[in-house]
């Protein structure tokens, strides 16, 4: 079965230093899609970024980056020049290729980050 | 405009009571969602729907029943409910064809005393 594990309960950075966040995940599909999400203290779910595992280019939003490496099965978030209101929980995601009738996203435990001013 | 809205945010009440949770979209999408987070955090998918048929129910007991009216909506009435159904209750939505977002929306807290 497909697993997600953010090894990282909680973590803390600098205002305006970088901090990356782990994520492995496992499964045996070629083809699927990676996600972070945010959940800030409103709880709304905030989609950050995207990759698709066909894609070998890391995805990148603003200060937003990831180190996509797929043989390893690993997912991480780096966050550059990191701003109070990067605070929030974070959440590590896969999602079942398209066109799979298992159409779901499977979550990690979640990495809480503090920023630090 | 909001795009994924739930009813109500906050909903506190009784052991052993029935309560519904509603959920729209007006995103045009097929599929939607119901995830519970629990105290820890944790969020894991409940239901799907696409087009208002059940695609996934995963292993949510008897007394959690969706209802989807159309492909807009997805209800959750839950029946007798104990007290380890306090959580926040998420509805989310996709749309069809190779995208992959899903659009989550603000929430429901349910609070059982």
């Known amino acids: 079965a497909q697993t997600v594990t953010q090894s990282q309960p909680e973590m803390s950075v600098q205002e305006a230093e970088t901090v990356t966040l782990s994520c492995t995940y496992d499964?045996?599909?070629?083809?699927?899609?990676l996600f972070w999400y945010k959940q800030p203290p409103s709880r709304q779910m905030i989609l950050v970024i995207r990759?698709?595992?066909?894609?070998?280019q890391n995805a990148t939003e603003n200060r937003f980056s990831v180190n996509f490496q797929k043989a390893a099965k690993s997912f991480s978030l780096k966050i550059s020049d990191s701003q109070l209101g990067d605070a929030a929980m974070y959440f590590c995601a896969y999602r079942f290729p398209f066109m799979n009738r298992d159409d779901k996203i499977i979550f990690g435990k979640g990495t809480r980050l503090h920023i630090l001013p | 405009d909001t795009a994924v809205s739930q009813t109500p945010k906050y909903l506190v009440t009784q052991m052993g009571n029935d309560k519904s949770i509603k959920c729209e979209q007006n995103?045009?999408?097929?599929?939607m969602y119901w995830y519970k987070q629990d105290s820890k955090k944790f969020l894991k998918i409940m239901f799907s729907?696409?087009?208002?048929?059940?695609?996934i129910n995963e292993t949510v007991p008897n007394r959690f029943s969706p209802k989807s009216p159309d492909k807009a909506h997805l209800n959750l009435h839950i029946n007798s409910l104990e007290l380890g159904d306090s959580a926040v209750y998420f509805c989310?939505?996709?749309?069809?064809?190779?995208?992959?977002?899903?659009?989550f929306g603000p929430g429901t807290r349910l609070t059982v005393t």
């Open positions: 729907y696409n087009n208002k048929e059940l695609i």
């Open positions: 499964t045996s599909e070629s083809d699927y899609y």
């Open positions: 995103l045009g999408h097929d599929t």
């Open positions: 990759q698709e595992a066909y894609k070998q």
């Open positions: 989310a939505s996709s749309s069809p064809g190779r995208t992959y977002e899903q659009y």
